[in-house]
Nanobody
């Protein structure tokens, strides 16, 4: 089994910063990639950012480019999302996502962490 556990959400004023963390644990051979998605009330879950575990290559949604930075700590099996210049429209539940190889490669999700940006 693979568990993804997020932390770091909270309430912040517009223009502020937050850092999310997500640690992968359990029994697996390797991580292919990890990333972040978010879901605002009444909206569908959307992609935020992803990082390749082997190359470190990153990709971002246009709405967060230049404000959010995704990074990883391979030794800790942890991915981070540094969020700067936060806007009220960034308010959402943020979910960690991982593509992890056990016997087969599969997708896993964290439980989500709330980020609220006040205006």
């Amino acid at each position: 089994q693979v568990q993804l556990v997020e932390s770091g959400g909270g309430l912040v004023q517009s223009g502020g910063s937050l850092r999310l963390s997500c640690a992968a644990s359990g029994s697996f051979y390797s991580i292919t990639a990890m990333g972040w998605y978010r879901q605002a009330p009444g909206k569908e879950r959307e992609f935020v950012a992803v990082i390749s575990w082997t190359t470190g290559n990153t990709n971002y949604a246009d709405s967060v480019k230049g404000r959010f930075t995704i990074s990883r700590d391979n030794a800790k099996n942890t991915v981070y999302l540094q969020m700067n210049s936060l806007k009220p429209e960034d308010t959402a539940v943020y979910y960690c996502h991982g593509t992890v190889r056990r016997i087969l490669t599969a997708d896993y999700w964290g439980q989500g962490t709330q980020v609220t940006v006040s205006s």
